[in-house]
């Protein structure tokens, strides 16, 4: 098979081809030839080379037995180095079927990436990129598996992998894209190019098509050209509803009305900014919720021909309506209920939730090998909260919690990190404090002998303004934060950011502690033009400000946020800017 070598994206994708098997068969199929306890106990006593060749014929025969997590252990931990060139292809397409079958995506990827410099045939090679691409999807690694998927479909011109391939580029930040744009493949440039036009249009479906026809045009047989993305198709039914008028619900006195003062801002920042850009907008009209008479709201927002609501703002009006049966027009709350669901049609829930971010902190953890975790919160009713989100995603992904101190913010963090690390020492420590609290762990854990135990942390710790003299005691400290918080560890840098012109406005006029909140505004602007669009096509997804913002069921906004790592007291990308291949696990 002759492979491009020009470009990153090749030389990744040639990476991941390097995988297969000689046998077109399934490896679960053969048929065993020994009792595999007597071969795994043969292999005991035998040479490193031939205990590995035995290991693996143990496990093949375990799998066509239907023993797979057995057969998983075994072919994860023998040593594959020692296996000639045929056994080792054997092993990749063993060990990535079990890992699919069973759930463990991180064993496909090791399969991979253990073989990345062999050359099997094209269809076993193309057997195991597929499995590739899925399980790093499945890791939130959607720079590589769309490499994965796009290689596949440059060997295939497979038309059923748009969809794989839309949604993994639709999770892209522009620096990701950035580093697939140097492919030789004219398919990924045409893929780029379609990605780059919904972003800046997809809130005008109108215009977003006409554009998509343009595309269309140029790349006439693209596979995306000859069957568009059914996300993409599924727009083409919301033509006509597109949202000319939002009524929103803020209250103008109050304890939230510093909250919703910072919020009007971004909104009305970023609006006057679509509007000059375009010239054309949607019609804001405010009214204020503070008497919270929601019945009074919806229809002076009816009165007015609003066709959306972005609010209301408290809490308690939010738990009010997500226990209604519907809501009179489509809907954005500016915050979460307190019920286990959201059951009112035609609500969305949508804020700047601490607890959203303790869910990606473990979920990250987890995926990065950490088995056990301790638990620094502040001993109030926002660190029990924040806490028991952290603890629920960690168990239910098979963490253990070694244990949870809650400390006084007032006191020093000496005592309370002592007793968090102490014997057994976990895998990793979460983190929940605010600056002042947050920069005294680090150096804590240092005096403590645990200098090297990693420490994951919410965005509660950044300021959002670099401090490098301050910060430099968080050095090493990984967090997540929202894009316009930290725009060169999450895009590489403020040009690539969304809604670059109103970010920058906004920084300039805005209190430090009140710019996450108009970044909150400007999300939930651009969220409510598309409410028809995330009731009518679930897994709809926004880049903002805040985040990538998608739906779950029953309209609770998620926030996927970036990551960044302290360095020298300055956030700094998790990955450093490189090759494609260096994406990779």
Request: charged share 20%; hydrophobic share 35%.
């Given at each position: 098979m002759k492979i491009s070598s020009r470009g990153p994206l090749a030389a990744v994708l040639l990476a991941l081809l390097m995988v297969g098997c000689a046998s077109q068969q399934s490896v679960t199929q053969r048929q065993p030839a020994h009792d595999p306890a007597q071969l795994l106990q043969r292999a005991d006593q035998q040479a490193p080379a031939a205990a590995a060749a035995s290991r693996l014929e143990a496990a093949h025969i375990l799998a066509r037995q239907g023993r797979g997590p057995q057969a998983l252990d075994i072919v994860k931990n023998l040593d594959s180095d020692q296996l000639s060139i045929e056994q080792r292809r054997r092993w990749a397409l063993l060990l990535s079927e079990l890992g699919e079958s069973l759930g463990d995506p991180r064993a496909v990827v090791q399969a991979g990436q253990l073989l990345k410099n062999d050359t099997p045939p094209r269809e076993q090679a193309n057997l195991l990129l597929g499995r590739l691409g899925r399980a790093l999807a499945e890791l939130d690694r959607p720079l590589p598996a769309a490499a994965a998927f796009l290689r596949l479909q440059a060997a295939n011109d497979d038309t059923s992998l748009n969809d794989p391939i839309w949604n993994q580029l639709s999770n892209l930040p522009g620096p990701s894209l950035d580093r697939l744009r140097n492919s030789q493949e004219s398919d990924t440039r045409a893929w780029l190019a379609l990605t780059d036009l919904t972003r800046d249009t997809s809130a005008d479906i109108e215009r977003l098509f006409q554009r998509i026809e343009d595309w269309r045009s140029r790349y006439p047989n693209h596979p995306a050209a000859r069957q568009l993305p059914t996300k993409l198709q599924a727009l083409r039914d919301l033509r006509g509803s597109e949202i000319r008028h939002i009524a929103i619900f803020l209250p103008e006195s109050g304890p939230l009305e510093r909250v919703a003062d910072a919020i009007e801002q971004g909104m009305n920042v970023h609006h006057l900014e679509v509007v000059n850009r375009s010239a054309s907008g949607t019609q804001l009209s405010f009214i204020d919720s503070s008497d919270g008479n929601l019945e009074a709201l919806y229809a002076e927002a009816e009165s007015m021909g609003a066709q959306a609501v972005i609010g209301p703002l408290d809490k308690d009006l939010v738990t009010r309506l997500e226990q209604r049966d519907q809501v009179p027009m489509p809907t954005l709350a500016l915050n979460y209920g307190t019920s286990e669901h959201n059951q009112a049609e035609g609500l969305f829930q949508y804020g700047l939730s601490a607890e959203n971010e303790a869910r990606q902190v473990a979920r990250r953890g987890r995926i990065d090998g950490m088995q056990s975790a301790s638990l620094l919160i502040p001993d109030n009713d926002w660190g029990r909260r924040v806490g028991a989100a952290f603890r629920d995603t960690w168990q239910t992904n098979n963490g253990d919690i070694v244990r949870t101190v809650r400390y006084n913010p007032e006191q020093s963090a000496t005592e309370s990190t002592r007793r968090a690390v102490r014997s057994p020492q976990p895998d990793m420590l979460f983190l929940l404090a605010l600056p002042d609290y947050a920069r005294q762990v680090p150096p804590t854990l240092e005096y403590y002998n645990a200098a090297d135990l990693p420490v994951y942390a919410t965005s509660?710790?950044?300021?959002?303004?670099?401090?490098?003299?301050?910060?430099?005691?968080?050095?090493?400290?990984?967090?997540?934060?929202?894009?316009?918080?930290?725009?060169?560890?999450?895009?590489?840098?403020?040009?690539?950011?969304?809604?670059?012109?109103?970010?920058?406005?906004?920084?300039?006029?805005?209190?430090?502690?009140?710019?996450?909140?108009?970044?909150?505004?400007?999300?939930?602007?651009?969220?409510?033009?598309?409410?028809?669009?995330?009731?009518?096509?679930?897994?709809?997804?926004?880049?903002?400000?805040?985040?990538?913002?998608?739906?779950?069921?029953?309209?609770?906004?998620?926030?996927?946020?970036?990551?960044?790592?302290?360095?020298?007291?300055?956030?700094?990308?998790?990955?450093?800017?490189?090759?494609?291949?260096?994406?990779?696990?």
């Open positions: 509660h710790l950044y300021t959002g303004h670099p401090q490098p003299r301050l910060d430099r005691d968080l050095n090493g400290v990984r967090f997540v934060d929202i894009p316009w918080q930290i725009p060169e560890a999450a895009v590489g840098g403020e040009n690539a950011l969304p809604y670059v012109n109103s970010y920058r406005q906004l920084r300039e006029e805005s209190e430090p502690s009140m710019f996450r909140l108009m970044a909150m505004g400007v999300d939930a602007y651009e969220l409510a033009r598309r409410l028809p669009q995330f009731q009518a096509i679930p897994g709809s997804e926004l880049f903002g400000a805040t985040g990538t913002l998608s739906t779950t069921e029953d309209g609770r906004i998620q926030r996927q946020l970036p990551w960044a790592r302290f360095s020298e007291g300055i956030p700094q990308p998790m990955i450093s800017p490189g090759s494609l291949s260096d994406a990779l696990p």
